[in-house]
């Protein structure tokens, strides 16, 4: 739990650092926010697969991108219970399972910041976006901690998704 706690705050830390220091590049709204995240390209095509993030305003992109996440997080979560399902391997099963319990959190943050962003408690927003990254990463860690360096593909790209989302929003709430 400490640990955790300690890798939440870090990583707060050193992302706002990021976020605030930086400036913004010519381009357009989604290539602005995008270049604040670990992966712009992949950033830049999530959000462009909506067609209404071309026009958008900021507040209007973070609703489209909050919005986005919903569909993304049912699936990776769906996808953890049926690798739980299949899965012969105690080690592999117990890692989904824990996986399962951090895309709960995962889904609940989200709600929690949805209601946040409608009331423009956008410090708010931060946090559970961040908390988000950090369950995400829980997931993703805990292979490595485990030295199973075989974590299903589908499942870390959904996660390096989730987390470009969830830095957009972060980036989106700090401009708002």
């Given at each position: 739990m400490a640990t955790s706690l300690i890798l939440t705050s870090f990583f707060s830390y050193a992302l706002l650092s990021i976020l605030f220091t930086s400036t913004f590049v010519k381009g357009d709204l989604v290539t602005n926010v995008c270049i604040k995240t670990s992966v712009?390209?992949?950033?830049?095509?999530?959000?462009?697969?909506?067609?209404?993030?071309?026009?958008?305003?900021?507040?209007?992109?973070?609703t489209?991108?909050?919005?986005?996440?919903?569909?993304?997080?049912?699936?990776?979560?769906?996808?953890?219970n049926s690798l739980i399902d299949k899965t012969k391997n105690a080690t592999f099963k117990e890692l989904y399972t824990s996986?399962?319990?951090?895309?709960?959190?995962?889904?609940?943050?989200?709600?929690?910041?949805i209601g946040y962003y409608g009331v423009k408690n956008y410090g708010q927003v931060i946090f559970y976006m961040t908390e988000s990254i950090s369950d995400v990463r829980s997931c993703d860690y805990g292979f490595v901690y485990k030295s199973v360096y075989e974590e299903d593909e589908k499942l870390r790209q959904a996660s390096l998704s989730l987390q470009q989302y969830?830095?957009?929003?972060?980036?989106?709430?700090?401009?708002?």
């Open positions: 712009p390209s992949l950033c830049e095509k999530l959000l462009r697969s909506d067609p209404r993030s071309k026009t958008a305003d900021l507040k209007t992109l973070g489209i991108t909050l919005n986005m996440t919903t569909d993304l997080i049912k699936s990776t979560s769906t996808m953890v996986c399962s319990s951090f895309y709960t959190y995962v889904e609940y943050s989200r709600e929690i910041a969830f830095t957009a929003i972060i980036v989106i709430a700090i401009r708002l």
